[in-house]
């Protein structure tokens, strides 16, 4: 799997948004882009993913950019709550029949602090 | 829906102890994942399944290290004997193929060896 470049932490004003950049240079053609975040002792979290268009949940927005080299992950109103480590993930598409599953390779990620 | 449950959330044990910790994964997923999260190391991948069978155990550190699933909703990783160097925080997660293969993880069971 690509490997990726995250900031190691990050400050963002509560009520503002947060845009965690993450570079993946050497991405594939099969690869996605997902990103997981991981609240002090908890399990990582699920938040978004995406190939090479851009995403919106309720949760995020996942902005690619046209050469998938990098991405940013936008949370529009961070919160408190949202203070977290954040992981950018390059991960294969999973091969039919489970052989060739993308594993999910964790990074450092980047610690956003979101302050009052 | 219920999400992945792991047991015990916290264990503490004497090193030369068997310790062995319990997933469930989510109904219907078809793939579980063991990971390990300790300070030095971040996370690991130890073991992943798919349909019970495991795929992939190329993580797991060495032959104290042992995991099973029987059956479709119970996994076990085990540990024995458990040395100090062990302690961390194992994550079991479950995904499913073909709903965009999320992978959802429990709340972890934090083990400290001593």
């Known amino acids: 799997d690509a490997k990726t470049t995250q900031p190691p932490s990050m400050d963002c004003a509560e009520g503002r948004a947060a845009n965690l950049p993450c570079n993946h240079s050497t991405i594939s053609g099969n690869e996605y882009v997902y990103w997981y975040r991981q609240i002090h002792s908890q399990g990582p979290q699920y938040i978004i993913h995406g190939l090479k268009n851009n995403e919106t949940n309720e949760m995020a927005s996942l902005i690619i950019t046209e050469d998938r080299k990098s991405s940013t992950l936008i949370l529009p109103h961070a919160t408190l709550r949202d203070t977290a480590v954040y992981y950018c993930i390059v991960r294969a598409r999973a091969n039919a029949g489970g052989t060739s599953y993308g594993k999910l390779t964790f990074g450092q990620g980047t610690i956003l602090t979101v302050h009052p | 829906d219920a999400g992945v449950i792991q047991s015990p959330r916290h264990e503490v044990t004497e090193m030369g102890q068997e310790v062995t910790l319990r997933c469930k994964p989510i109904?219907?997923?078809?793939?579980l994942f063991w990971y390990r999260q300790t300070m030095m190391r971040g996370l690991e991948l130890l073991i992943y399944f798919n349909n019970n069978v495991p795929i992939d155990d190329s993580g797991m550190p060495e032959d104290r290290f042992s995991a099973k699933m029987p059956n479709a909703s119970f996994s076990t990783l085990k540990i024995q004997p458990s040395e100090p160097r062990d302690s961390a925080v194992y994550f079991c997660?479950?995904?499913?193929?073909?709903?965009?293969?999320?992978?959802?993880f429990g709340e972890g069971s934090w083990l400290t060896v001593v």
């Open positions: 997660a479950s995904s499913r193929q073909g709903r965009g293969n999320t992978i959802y």
């Open positions: 109904s219907g997923h078809d793939y």
